[in-house]
């Protein structure tokens, strides 16, 4: 599990595309958020350094399509994973439970092959890209 791709399920998850299995999904995220750290773990892994999550969860709640938090509670939940085994188990079966989410979100192949290229775009989602249009004309220097 990476921050993205966790993030990517958390995004879909939060605004609803799996609907009912997405409803679970969020009230198991919300559940491990909400988890205590085991003292053991905690105490190993210098707990203090490791956020518990509950600050990432509702701005991802307030803004549920906003990448950028679902990637901030992601890396938030596996920091956890990797400091308590446990956690780490939890988190591993949620993972397991999104798999028709994940599935879901697709994979992306591109290819390009022959010809003469002028402009070549690779990727899956975009926004915020303008393709074809000139670049602003740079700003005027000072008089002289």
Same mark, same amino acid.
Request: proline share 8%; glycine share 12%; hydrophobic share 50%.
């Given at each position: ?15 609803? $595309? @799996?609907? &009912? ?8 995220? *919300? %559940? +491990? ?6 003292? #053991? ?12 999550g509950?600050?990432?969860? $509702? @701005?991802? &709640? ?6 950028g938090?679902? *990637? %901030? +509670? ?6 956890? #994973? ?29 290819? *390009? ?5 002028q402009?070549?775009?690779q ?5 915020n890209?303008?393709i ?13």
């Amino acid at each position: 599990m990476d921050p993205v791709t966790v993030g990517a399920v958390l995004l879909a998850v939060v605004s609803g $595309a @799996a609907e &009912e299995l997405g409803s679970r999904l969020w009230d198991g995220v *919300v %559940a +491990l958020v909400r988890r205590p750290f085991r003292k #053991a773990a905690a105490d190993q892994a210098g707990a203090a350094a490791i956020p518990g999550g509950e600050a990432e969860l $509702a @701005a991802l &709640e307030r803004a549920p399509g906003d990448e950028g938090r679902a *990637v %901030a +509670l992601a890396e938030v939940l596996l920091a956890r #994973a990797r400091a308590d085994a446990e956690f780490g188990q939890v988190l591993q079966a949620w993972w397991v439970q999104a798999e028709p989410v994940r599935a879901g979100l697709g994979d992306v192949a591109n290819t *390009v092959s022959g010809g003469t290229q002028q402009v070549v775009v690779q990727g899956r989602d975009f926004s915020n890209l303008t393709i074809g249009v000139p670049p602003a004309a740079p700003p005027p220097g000072p008089p002289s």
